[in-house]
């Protein structure tokens, strides 16, 4: 088997993994930009997700054009957060992270229950205009609509790295991510910062909705990509955007390589459970993650 | 989390076991007289073994503190586990095949446990989705789990008890009930053991938990066997008795999740708690199916009945969350003294 | 007793400041067995009653110093305070000899054992208690419960014989709950035996760790910062309850505390730290005088004396 070996082969699993980690990546960033500043693991993710990309598409069904439904629905998008921010969040301020975790969940169930009571639970198609046509690079075949994606991904990451790194806003951000009790008591405007989070998770959210709408069809199990995301959050640690980027290229990867050459000893069908186990032994060997801070036992 | 752990805390004038023993004479001597077929079928027989799965929970997640969703996966396991059993080992009574189920129920529990001596919090709880997935993707997968049946569907065996046949709605019944009854009582005692008050010790503060010399390692492995062993047969008795067929899919994600509700709902750290989720859960969505189809009519269809559920069901969570953390048991317990006090003062 | 040798690379450091332990020469404290015949001068010495010494502790976090070469005997029997500023590393070095953390340096000496890090999960068997600066009390429990707990670590009964109420396990839960409930009554507390312990007043949570800690009856008790955040009435009562606890069941103490008022009257010796550096070690009328200290400590302290700022 070794001796046959196809380095082509393996070059195109791997790049279509990596790229598909891109997507993994860009939801888990959603998850780190809430966990950052308010400590909470926001598991309603999927479902702002699929929120996102059912209104969208509705719109778009309707005869709305697509820069308008985009901004239409990007509007949406920054209400809920807002929403979820004062309704939810702010009287469980204090409580304990898993409660908030708990919340969400329930906030989960809310969203998608009324994304699908609102426009149907029919399965759309969302054209993109991208031609899911292989492309060949360097004598290897790369889908067109990855490379896109991961394009749309990375630009998304750069987007939101340059907004928190000189607006004075995202400044701010990085001050309440570090120690939300100094933050509050020099006077920075938390519930404005907590806005603008849960407004870019809502952007966020509405990319990858699209990204991956485009690819599954819009439908109710697109609100199941956060199952993806969590292990690639827990293999990144909750706290970091570099982890969520290079934990999603790690799960993308291994993940497709897994699938391919020892799925086989398994029956196939690996893929749902096989990024948890990278993850988790991942963590028996490094419980603080890639990238997240090993915290000093206070007593 | 913070929760109380004095149960069957009853009345101040009555013992403490009269209210439970009062409430079993009536399941037993009453409701078999009295219940209709739609209320054992549709009512009962769920609300029983998702009391019971509650009661699992509870004490892993409301008692030693370690979040798990992956439920189902152990419900599951145990559901499987007691169909091999008993079609695999001939002679063995239905008990031993249930008792075994519960066995390698807690086995998979430690297997999945493990995780838990070196992460906490969100990473745990993450990490016990890994059950989750593995286990149903290992019952699709290899189709000797389900005795190589083409649809993965299986009908259950019969239920009997020493050649004493319990096929009907009452004999699924009681035997639920007899099994639901003893291992809850056997929860009860375990909650209030030494045993009991180590996992409260270990959700409360682990650090000064390790530093009194409890051993946390030891103990919260426990914690995930005893759960995933009353989770397996509350499994066995949710496939069984209420169902009749092993399949996979009822044992996924949203199970998993409707069993954290139900101690989230009917409080944590409360063995009662599990009974009032339970309760709430099997009951809501046959009221809100009478109440939508009353006020809306024939534009209340599955569809909408299905995304009514979902949203009315995480509200609940949220305003239990936000306004009643410690569950119904709470509420109740309130509402019991007011009307004590009521009673008293007249 | 010589120290066995492997320690000396350890003891050498402690030379860069020799007149601290000028300083910490004891001038017999009154409470003392006569086997205790000095103190570690230099870099040789025996230890012959200390019930634990640390030698040449040092520990940092992220480059910031939190303990800069300790050593510190203390004699089996003596109520032994440690003070300092605010930062000075006190609650770490507490933290050092219950296990939490591990020094980058240096030994804990504990009953004749010596350990790079004191295993923690052993701890209450080696007869160490602990309380903790902030409250680390277990909420969802009752007060009994809480104290029941400190005597955990003896349960040999498995959870099926407690379930079933069968074997060994009737015996003990019947002995735990006896020797916690002759705990409460010693420490004042029989009449909030069954309150759950998060509905308590601060002082009395303080106590029911202080009761949890000595319901194992330990040689050693920790005490981080038993007293911050009381009103000096409280303070004096937990003052007289450490000494009575001493008294009774000859448990060795140390302690962590601000009120300098307080730690004079109740310790038998005291020594000072001083960002991460041990300044003084000395009986209570000889660290008064010290100018080091009082540079260092007891002139903030003045300002301070209500314990604000803790």
């Given at each position: 088997m070794i001796a046959d070996f196809d380095y082509q082969f393996f070059l195109e699993v791997l790049v279509g993994g990596l790229l598909s980690g891109v997507m993994y990546s860009l939801v888990a960033i959603g998850f780190v930009l809430i966990y950052k500043t308010?400590?909470?693991?926001?598991?309603a993710q999927g479902a702002m997700l699929l929120f996102a990309a059912l209104t969208f598409v509705s719109l778009v069904e309707r005869g709305v054009p697509f820069a308008l439904a985009l901004v239409i629905t990007f509007a949406i998008m920054v209400a809920i957060g807002i929403a979820i921010e004062r309704t939810v969040l702010r009287p469980l301020t204090n409580k304990p992270p898993i409660t908030l975790f708990m919340a969400t969940l329930g906030l989960s169930y809310i969203i998608e229950g009324a994304a699908q009571l609102i426009w149907g639970t029919q399965v759309h198609g969302l054209d993109?205009?991208?031609?899911?046509v292989p492309l060949e690079i360097g004598g290897v075949l790369i889908s067109q609509f990855d490379i896109f994606a991961a394009v749309v991904a990375a630009g998304m990451v750069l987007l939101l790295s340059l907004f928190f790194r000189y607006t004075r806003i995202g400044l701010s951000f990085r001050a309440v991510a570090d120690d939300q009790f100094a933050a509050l008591a020099v006077g920075l405007r938390l519930p404005l910062i907590w806005a603008t989070v849960w407004a870019a998770a809502g952007l966020v959210a509405l990319v990858a909705g699209l990204l991956w709408g485009a690819r599954?069809?819009?439908?109710?199990?697109?609100?199941?990509?956060v199952l993806k995301a969590l292990p690639v959050l827990v293999l990144g640690g909750f706290d970091s955007i570099l982890g969520a980027i290079v934990g999603g290229l790690l799960i993308g990867a291994s993940e497709k390589l897994a699938e391919v050459y020892i799925g086989d000893y398994f029956g196939?069908?690996?893929?749902s459970w096989f990024a948890y186990v990278v993850a988790l032994v991942f963590l028996l060997i490094r419980?603080?993650?890639?990238?997240?801070q090993k915290l000093v036992e206070r007593v | 989390m913070t929760a109380i752990t004095s149960d069957f805390s009853s009345a101040p004038v009555l013992p403490k076991w009269v209210v439970p023993v009062l409430l079993l004479a009536f399941a037993y001597g009453v409701v078999p007289l009295i219940g209709s077929s739609y209320l054992f079928e549709a009512i009962l027989l769920p609300f029983l073994a998702l009391s019971l799965a509650g009661v699992g929970l509870n004490i892993l997640?409301?008692?030693?503190g370690q979040v798990s969703l992956g439920s189902a996966a152990f419900m599951a396991a145990g559901a499987f586990a007691a169909y091999n059993f008993n079609l695999r080992i001939?002679?063995?009574?239905l008990i031993g095949s249930i008792f075994l189920a519960g066995i390698v129920a807690a086995a998979i529990g430690i297997a999945f446990g493990l995780p838990s001596l070196r992460l906490k919090g969100f990473y745990l709880a993450v990490s016990t989705l890994a059950a989750q997935f593995f286990v149903q993707w290992a019952l699709t997968k290899f189709s000797w789990f389900s005795n190589n049946s083409a649809s993965g569907v299986m009908d259950a065996p019969r239920l009997s008890i020493s050649g004493f046949a319990l096929d009907g709605a009452i004999g699924r019944y009681l035997f639920a009930l007899t099994i639901v009854s003893v291992l809850t009582f056997l929860a009860h005692r375990l909650v209030s053991s030494q045993t009991g008050r180590n996992f409260i010790a270990i959700r409360d503060n682990e650090t000064a938990a390790r530093i009194i010399g409890i051993p946390v390692l030891k103990t919260k492995l426990l914690a995930f066997a005893i759960s995933s062993f009353i989770i397996g047969v509350a499994g066995v008795i949710w496939a069984f008795?209420?169902?009749r067929t092993v399949e996979?899919?009822?044992?996924d994600l949203d199970r998993s999740f409707q069993i954290l509700f139900i101690i989230i709902i009917g409080g944590l750290a409360s063995i009662r708690g599990a009974f009032f989720g339970a309760a709430l859960i099997v009951v809501f969505p046959l009221v809100l199916s009478r109440l939508g189809g009353f006020l809306l009519g024939d534009l209340f269809d599955s569809g909408v009945l299905d995304m009514s559920q979902r949203i009315v069901l995480g509200a609940l969570i949220i305003l239990f969350l936000i306004l009643?953390?410690?569950?119904l048991v709470a509420l109740w317990d309130r509402i019991r003294r007011r009307l004590l006090f009521a009673w008293q003062s007249t | 007793m010589p120290l066995p040798s492997y320690t000396l690379g350890v003891m050498?450091?402690?030379?860069?400041?020799?007149e601290v332990f000028a300083h910490g020469?004891?001038?017999?404290?009154?409470?003392?067995?006569?086997?205790?015949?000095?103190e570690p001068i230099g870099s040789v010495a025996g230890?012959?009653?200390?019930?634990l010494s640390l030698q040449g502790i040092s520990l940092s976090f992220g480059g910031v110093?939190?303990?800069?070469?300790i050593d510190l005997s203390v004699r089996s029997g003596e109520i032994r305070a440690i003070i300092g500023p605010n930062g000075a590393g006190k609650s770490s070095l507490i933290n050092v000899i219950s296990g939490v953390y591990r020094p980058d340096r240096g030994h804990v000496k504990l009953d004749g054992a010596v350990y790079a890090q004191v295993p923690t999960q052993r701890l209450a068997h080696l007869g160490v208690a602990r309380t903790f600066q902030n409250l680390a009390l277990?909420?969802?429990?009752?007060v009994l419960d809480n104290v029941a707990s400190?005597?955990?670590?003896?349960?040999?009964?498995n959870f099926a014989g407690q379930v079933l109420g069968i074997g060994r396990s009737r015996g003990e839960q019947r002995d735990s709950l006896s020797r916690a409930e002759q705990i409460l009554e010693f420490l004042d507390l029989t009449s909030v035996?069954?309150?759950?312990?998060?509905?308590?007043?601060y002082g009395l949570q303080k106590r029911v760790e202080l009761a949890r800690a000595l319901v194992a009856q330990p040689r050693l008790l920790l005490l981080?910062?038993?007293?911050?955040?009381?009103t000096a009435s409280e303070k004096s009562e937990m003052a007289a309850f450490v000494r009575a606890a001493r008294d009774r069941f000859a448990t060795t103490v140390v302690l962590i505390e601000h009120d300098v008022g307080v730690v004079m009257g109740l310790s038998d010796r005291i020594a000072v730290l001083d960002y991460g550096r041990k300044i003084a070690d000395a009986t209570p009328d000889e660290v008064r005088n010290d100018q080091r200290v009082i540079d260092a400590y007891l002139g903030v302290a003045s300002d301070n004396e209500d314990g604000a700022g803790i």
């Open positions: 308010s400590g909470v693991l926001n598991f993109l205009g991208i031609e899911d599954l069809g819009v439908q109710f199990s697109l609100s199941l990509v196939g069908g690996i893929e419980p603080s993650g890639l990238f997240g | 997640t409301g008692y030693a001939e002679g063995l009574p008795a209420y169902l996979p899919d009822g044992f009643e953390p410690d569950g | 050498e450091a402690s030379a860069y400041a020799p020469l004891p001038s017999s404290p009154p409470e003392q067995q006569p086997a205790a015949n000095g230890v012959a009653s200390a019930l110093v939190a303990l800069a070469d277990f909420k969802g429990l009752s400190g005597l955990a670590y003896k349960v040999r009964s035996r069954d309150r759950l312990v998060g509905t308590l007043p981080d910062e038993p007293m911050a955040g009381m």
